[in-house]
């Protein structure tokens, strides 16, 4: 199975490769190392594991990519995991990511934005749409960083980043009737190190 190694601006490598139905136990025991805010940052809820059914939609490629993380010494054990999931008609792919307590705070997850807002534009997609609560300062930081820009929509703050494909800016008109699909990045305060 092919990988990809990103790095954080500190240096620091974190192994990415697409995941399979196969990666359910490893994605579970991860939820398993992360505190109950960042499980609840990630979901809007309190979540220790994913169901099969519900992680075989996430990896079915006909929807988009999602992707496992391992640090540098752990090749078997997931980091984090992160989605890149089509948005019906918009153009859009919907972001989402959880890292494991301990990899927060390094570099990983602004390293792993910017990188899925890459295979976005590869994939055709034209952006990225994330959803994250008002006083989520650091998702705010991170996603203006990679060129986003929030959208106040029931409560929540949608995000939009361009992907570069096509070559034109991406207006955040082209996301109305999205709001169903909030809780991927309702709140990642805590999934969002470095920002």
Request: charged content about 20%.
């Amino acid at each position: 199975m092919s990988s990809r190694i990103i790095r954080t601006a500190s240096g620091v490598p974190v192994v990415v490769r697409a995941a399979t139905a196969d990666d359910l136990t490893a994605v579970n025991e991860m939820h398993g190392r992360c505190s109950p805010r960042t499980l609840i940052s990630r979901y809007a809820a309190g979540r220790g594991a994913l169901l099969d059914r519900e992680w075989r939609r996430m990896v079915d490629p006909a929807r988009g990519r999602t992707f496992v993380l391992a640090g540098p010494d752990e090749r078997d054990a997931v980091i984090g995991f992160a989605t890149l999931l089509r948005v019906t008609a918009t153009g859009m792919a919907e972001v989402s990511l959880l890292l494991r307590d301990d990899w927060q705070n390094a570099g990983v997850g602004r390293a792993l934005a910017r990188y899925l807002v890459g295979v976005a534009g590869q994939l055709r997609f034209a952006g990225v749409v994330a959803w994250i609560a008002p006083d989520n300062v650091r998702a705010r930081k991170l996603l203006r960083g990679l060129g986003g820009a929030p959208e106040l929509a029931d409560g929540e703050v949608r995000w939009v980043v361009a992907s570069g494909y096509p070559q034109r800016a991406v207006r955040s008109s082209a996301v109305v009737g999205t709001a169903t699909l909030r809780a991927s990045w309702a709140s990642a305060a805590s999934c969002m190190p470095g920002s």
